[in-house]
């Protein structure tokens, strides 16, 4: 199997266009559907239609068959595509106020970026469903808060665990760049414990820094094994291709 | 009317200032025995202090702390030393640009709130232009006209955790009770819109225009939410509901203070916080205690007609609750931070010096 088999045959322009469109129509909507149906407050309209974009942007995210910088180029447009799109569509069709999106979008960015990296280079590793376990482990840790607060309300004496589970979902990371504390809203303060505990949001800069060292290592781990690989005989035409 | 009304405000200005002062509401004995339990829960709370003045890294505890020692029957001043005025400077080191007072971006109008009572109870005028702001910033975060919501929206008029956050009677009414310490402005809107917020978390339908409210006078949480069973009243809140009504302004007359009151009669009980059984507990203690000061009498009658005498039996339920290290804490449930030593000393010694006031 080649490597080339798993990734679309498009250009990367091209392929950007496509998956900025799927993603666009379906973030879209979704996040109109969910501002229409949930009394969401104004301060969390835009933390919403970011996660939103998120899901969007790993659901659609493309991997182009191209140089590693050619790669990096399209994932980095990408990340910045998809949000911004998503966001300013949402806006114009829903009517929330897009000044609420700035923070938490410049959030979705980073960690679309990241996902994006992780997505390309898991397919450079030949890695299969990537995409698929990246947005289950997103779904799963986006809703931790639901589904392991009675335990946190057992661990409560020790308030690091509500700290912990708080902080690997990455809703929070949006949140905590609008400095909001989605915990503590009505819908979330009726359906966990949370709210009544103890826990305390990380400084923004730990997730800013995560999401840069992953593409930093993506960038880097692209770069040498693209070299790597031109450096070598490739069989099926791969080394064209690269 | 207007003279109950004087009184009650002249009560709610006694508590506020914090005077502590010896009187024969209590048994003698068992107000040393409280004194004591005050003075042990103190120690732990010196003896837990950071080095910064803070406790729990928090500027709610640490207020909190503050103004458990400033209000105590020891009655400590900032001439007392660094564990008096190194929490005051933790408190103004936290001061922001938009008048609140907090560590954090969240939970900011409890923050404040809290931060407010206890500078005001220093007494020291070095701190009004902090606590002009810190008014500023309270009375802003209201729900209102500006905010998008009319008078009949059920949020309207209240104050929640800071942000767009929905409001809540508990921040209300830590929010009012700073204003009140603080001296605010009587006339200013916020006490009127107050009530309205107040009203509708009332299990009271003569007064509140929400379908779901009930009709035993007590309070929930916020308007049709209550964290306990269904939309029943509870201890916490309808303590916490009581003292914002007469904080802004309601009388012994208003019918909603009866209705409350009534629930307290009826429900009276310091064994658990009624209605929500152990969680809340010591919110429940903190509260009752400082409503009961308000509310102005010693004696409450049960509705089976048994008399009892609030300050004697929270006293003897919070010395009963004391850890041998002089502080407490729920171990029943850790909820709302009652597993927090710091925190729940200083509302117990804050209730204490409630009870031990006359």
């Known amino acids: 199997m080649t490597p080339t088999s798993r990734r679309t045959g498009l250009a990367p322009a091209t392929a950007l266009l496509q998956g900025t469109v799927a993603a666009a129509v379906f973030g879209v909507f979704t996040a109109c559907l969910a501002l229409r149906v949930f009394d969401v407050p104004v301060a969390a309209q835009g933390i919403l239609v970011a996660a939103v974009a998120l899901f969007a942007a790993v659901w659609f995210c493309p991997v182009v068959a191209r140089s590693a910088g050619m790669q990096i180029t399209t994932m980095t447009a990408w990340s910045v595509l998809v949000p911004l799109v998503v966001g300013i569509l949402t806006a114009a069709f829903s009517g929330f106020p897009v000044s609420r999106f700035a923070a938490p979008g410049t959030a979705a960015v980073l960690m679309i970026g990241a996902a994006s990296m992780i997505i390309t280079l898991a397919d450079r590793r030949g890695w299969q469903d990537t995409r698929t376990r990246l947005l289950l482990l997103l779904a799963v840790s986006a809703t931790s808060c639901l589904w392991l607060g009675p335990a946190a309300e057992l661990a409560a004496a020790e308030p690091w665990i509500a700290t912990l589970i708080v902080n690997l979902n990455p809703v929070s990371f949006l949140a905590t760049a609008a400095d909001y504390d989605y915990l503590l809203a009505t819908w979330f303060y009726q359906r966990t414990a949370f709210g009544s505990l103890r826990y305390e949001f990380w400084p923004p800069a730990i997730f800013v820094i995560s999401c840069l060292a992953i593409m930093l290592f993506s960038v880097i781990y692209l770069t040498v094994s693209n070299r790597r690989d031109v450096g070598r005989t490739a069989p099926d035409g791969w080394r064209k291709n690269t | ?358």
């Open chain 2, 1 to 358: 009317m207007k003279l109950a009304k004087h009184l009650t405000a002249l009560s709610v200005a006694l508590f506020v200032c914090g005077s502590a002062q010896a009187a024969d509401t209590m048994d003698p004995e068992l107000r040393e025995k409280a004194g004591r339990a005050v003075d042990a829960g103190l120690r732990y709370l010196r003896a837990h202090q950071s080095e910064d003045g803070s406790w729990s890294e928090s500027v709610g505890v640490t207020a909190l702390a503050l103004r458990a020692f400033i209000e105590s029957h020891r009655g400590y001043n900032e001439s007392d030393g660094a564990f008096i005025t190194r929490p005051i400077g933790f408190i103004m080191a936290n001061v922001r640009e938009d008048g609140s007072i907090s560590e954090i971006a969240q939970k900011k109008n409890y923050n404040t709130a809290v931060s407010l009572t206890a500078l005001a109870a220093t007494k020291n005028p070095d701190y009004a232009t902090t606590i002009a702001n810190g008014q500023k910033f309270l009375t802003g975060l209201q729900l209102d006209e500006p905010d998008g919501y009319e008078p009949d929206h059920k949020y309207y008029g209240g104050i929640g955790y800071g942000g767009d956050e929905r409001p809540d009677l508990s921040n209300q009414y830590m929010a009012l009770e700073a204003l009140k310490a603080t001296a605010a402005d009587e006339d200013d809107p916020v006490w009127d819109k107050a009530l309205t917020f107040v009203s509708r978390a009332q299990n009271y339908s003569e007064t509140n225009d929400q379908e779901w409210a009930g009709n035993d006078g007590g309070f929930v949480y916020m308007p049709g939410y209550s964290p306990h069973e269904g939309l029943e009243s509870y201890g916490g809140m309808t303590s916490a509901g009581l003292l914002s009504l007469l904080f802004a302004g309601a009388d012994k007359s208003d019918p909603r203070v009866k209705a409350a009151y009534d629930w307290i009669r009826a429900n009276y009980t310091l064994e658990e916080n009624p209605g929500a059984g152990k969680q809340g507990l010591f919110y429940y203690y903190n509260v009752f205690a400082k409503c009961m000061y308000v509310y102005g009498e010693t004696e409450i009658v049960d509705t089976n007609g048994v008399a009892h005498n609030w300050r004697e039996d929270l006293a003897r339920k919070l010395i009963s609750l004391q850890q041998k290290d002089g502080s407490w804490y729920n171990p029943d449930s850790p909820r709302w931070w009652e597993g927090n030593k710091d925190l729940v000393t200083a509302w117990s010694v804050i209730a204490l010096n409630a009870a031990l006031r006359d």
